[in-house]
Antibody, heavy 121, light 106 residues
Framework: EVQLVEFGGGVVQPGRSLRLSCVAS????????MHWVRQVPGKGLEWVSG????????VYGDSVRGRFTISRDNGKNSLYLQMDSLRHEDSALYYC??????????????WGQGTLVTVSS | DIQMTQSPSSLSASVGDRVTITCRAS??????LNWYQQKPGQAPKILIY???TLPDGVPSRFSGSASGTHFTLTINTLQPEDFASYYC?????????FGQGTRLEI
């Protein structure tokens, strides 16, 4: 059974940094591209970033490009999101999602339960 | 960026009804369109991909169609477990954008 477990969320001040992690089990992480998608509670979904199976391609949404960095360690079955220069509008539930293939297709067929990030002074 | 315009934002229906949710892309996306269902307190779940293909395990009362940049999700014979939020999403190009969502209520 595919499982994605996110952690690392919390309360952080504007301008500070936070690193999210996602641990995968039930499938070989190295066989799939992965993504982060966020959602303000009660609001819609926003794709944040994606990474191909071998980290050869990384892509970002307009609102986070230059501030967030996605990475992965297939040997540790882990996906990461380094979030720098955080803003109030980055407050959201961050989901780790699995793509359909090794390349970044944007097809999210498995999701974690999310980790909540709150940016507040 | 490709904008996805979804309507309605909310919809009231009853068990047994047939409902339709629409999504329009701001440019051609060649049917690279997914639909997701999200129940309260849960992560989204993929419902339809490539505009009309159902993944294994999704009931056949769900269907999707496409006409140019106009996409439709239809749910036939609503069941109690179908009351949820629904989102369209384009996978034609990055950034992968979602519609605003439709809340389906009793």
């Amino acid at each position: 059974e595919v499982q994605l477990v996110e952690f690392g969320g919390g309360v952080v001040q504007p301008g500070r940094s936070l690193r999210l992690s996602c641990v995968a089990s039930g499938f070989p992480l190295g066989d799939y591209a992965m993504h982060w998608v966020r959602q303000v509670p009660g609001k819609g979904l926003e794709w944040v970033s994606g990474i191909s199976w071998n980290s050869g391609r990384t892509v970002y949404g307009d609102s986070v490009r230059g501030r967030f960095t996605i990475s992965r360690d297939n040997g540790k079955n882990s996906l990461y999101l380094q979030m720098d220069s955080l803003r109030h509008e980055d407050s959201a539930l961050y989901y780790c999602t699995k793509d359909l293939t090794t390349t970044v297709t944007g097809h999210f067929d498995d999701w974690g339960q999310g980790t909540l990030v709150t940016v507040s002074s | 960026d490709i904008q996805m315009t979804q309507s309605p934002s909310s919809l009231s229906a009853s068990v047994g009804d047939r409902v339709t949710i629409t999504c329009r892309a701001s440019q051609t996306i060649n049917n690279y369109l997914n639909w997701y269902q999200q129940k309260p307190g849960q992560a989204p779940k993929i419902l339809i991909y490539l505009a009309s293909t159902l993944p294994d395990g999704v009931p056949s009362r769900f269907s999707g169609s496409a006409s140019g940049t106009h996409f439709t999700l239809t749910i036939n014979t609503l069941q109690p477990e179908d009351f949820a939020s629904y989102y369209c999403q384009q996978t034609h190009s990055t950034p992968f954008t979602f519609g605003q969502g439709t809340r389906l209520e009793i």
